[in-house]
């Protein structure tokens, strides 16, 4: 197993026990994302705690908000602050929230949740990066769900006719919304081919594969158009009972249930 793998799945396991520990759901959905987010802080992605101030540095947008629990565990693994510190504040009063807040926590660059605007925010930073003459790329990590939202794609035309290279996007296409599968709500599908129709170079791959997701990552701007990931995923993957139950979406742990989880994950 490589060391992207191993630390995805230590993020998986830290995103189940703060959810039995605080009550918060989302579980699933986190569980989707958690290899892209290792991807992206360790390598992927030009960001780090010592570059928290770097006006260079480049920009995750977190556009699935709802998952904060994985982007606040992705940033206390890369050392930005402390699990103890995340464990002792999330979802409690005057800490930090279920979704992103910009002024939470270091590392967070969009407050975010309210699915559909993370694309435009994100294509808005890469226009500034353009004018100023910066060279940072951004990076919008967003669910499928969120591809039912018109401003997605009025975001995606206008990148696509910019040419805007140093945007990129990952969709974590895990086949689920909060109410159905994806599939049955609206009809995404063929979800490459429908970035393409905007401009957009395409890439799809494997979600779950950290080293690839990585590799893609760092090659993100060295073409002529921005990029698309299309990485399918499966929600609540890594826990054998979690995966593919949307049931998931709603539901915190048990104590049973977090030992099992960590059993699964190879973290006993």
Known sequence: ?????????????AVIALSRATGTSHIGSCLSCADILVAAYNGGLRLGPELVHDPDRDRLVFSKGHCAAALYCALAQRGFFSMEELSASFNRNGGVQEHPNLQAVAGVEIASGSLGHGLSLGLGMALASRVTRRPYRVCVIMGDGEADEGSVWEAAMLAGAQKLSNLCVV??????????????????????????????????????DPDRLKELLENAGKGDAPLAIVARTVKG????????????????????????????????
Not at 6 to 12: I, M
Not at 180 to 206: N, Q, Y
Request: negative net charge; aromatic residues 10%.
């Open 1 to 13: 197993m490589s060391h992207l793998a191993t630390l995805a799945r230590q993020l998986r396991f």
């Open 171 to 208: 969709v974590d296409a895990n086949g689920w919304q909060a109410t159905g599968r994806s599939a049955e709500i609206m009809a995404l599908e063929p979800l490459p081919d429908k970035w393409r129709a905007f401009g957009w170079d395409v890439v799809e791959t494997d979600g779950h």
């Open 237 to 268: 993957k890594g826990v054998s009972f979690m995966e593919d139950d949307n049931n998931w979406h709603y539901r915190i742990p048990s104590e049973a249930e977090e030992c099992r989880a960590r059993e699964e994950l190879g973290l006993s």
